[in-house]
């Protein structure tokens, strides 16, 4: 994205004023082809439903404060697709500092939400996109032990 952002720049600030309108333009369409916040809620909902039961992940769990992670959940997703929202929680890396969280754990999470978009019927060109989103924190959480 830097990369392109980088060469609108390079093409003169009357394009680049078309192509920042049309980049916003295609990020908020991931937010409205996942069904807007209330979609995301639901999404998000059945998604901490799957990782309070899956044993290998569950036991990061148990002194959180399940609805601010809920609702701190619907704002990085809403946010990071192009929604409205606005993400005030703590970065990933402060977050998961200290947890240990393993590349096996973090895939265990992954799967946790296939099986919650698989439910809700969200097409592959989506899914894709949330899975990336999930992704790009991999770094931020993973072998977090400072």
């Not at 399940?66 to 409205?84: E, T, W």
């Not at 096996?104 to 969200?122: R, S």
Request: proline share 2%.
């Amino acid at each position: 994205m830097i990369g392109r952002w980088a060469l609108v720049v390079a093409m003169g600030l009357g394009l680049a004023a078309c192509a920042e309108m049309s980049e916003k333009k295609e990020i908020a369409s991931l937010f409205n082809r996942l069904g807007g916040k209330e979609a995301i809620v639901a999404v998000v909902d059945d998604f901490v439903g799957n990782v309070a039961a899956d044993e290998r992940i569950n036991g990061f769990f148990g002194n959180t404060d399940i609805p601010a992670l809920k609702a701190n959940l619907v704002d990085q997703v809403c946010q990071a697709s192009g929604g409205p929202c606005t993400y005030t929680g703590r970065d990933m890396k402060t977050t998961h500092a200290g947890m240990g969280i393993n590349k096996d754990q973090f895939n265990a999470m992954g799967e946790d939400m296939l099986k919650t978009l698989a439910k809700f019927n969200v097409p592959e060109q989506e899914t894709n996109e949330v899975m990336s989103l999930l992704g790009s924190v991999q770094g931020d959480i993973v072998g977090q032990y400072g």
